[in-house]
């Protein structure tokens, strides 16, 4: 667990880039929406980067 209260999206992804291996063209979703990499973390908010599995025929995400 990691405090980013009031990190941005953008913040924590480049705090965290190398540790967790983060995609450059992962999406951005807090509490299960999609946000941009300017949305402000609030008090209890889940962050999630996902990126799209290039699996043929299946359409599943990879969760990081």
């Known amino acids: 667990e990691f405090e980013i209260v009031g990190a941005t999206v ?3 992804r ?3 880039v190398d540790a967790f291996n983060i995609p450059g063209d992962a999406l951005a979703f807090v509490d ?3 946000v941009d990499a300017n949305y402000v973390l609030k008090t209890n ?3 999630e980067f996902v990126k ?3 699996v ?3 359409n ?3 969760i990081f």
Do not use: D, F, M
Request: hydrophobic share 35%.
């Open 56 to 58: 043929k025929g299946q």
């Open 45 to 47: 908010s889940t962050l």
């Open 32 to 34: 299960g929406e999609q």
């Open 10 to 12: 953008a913040q924590v």
């Open 14 to 16: 480049a705090n965290l």
């Open 60 to 62: 599943r995400p990879v």
């Open 52 to 54: 799209q599995a290039g």
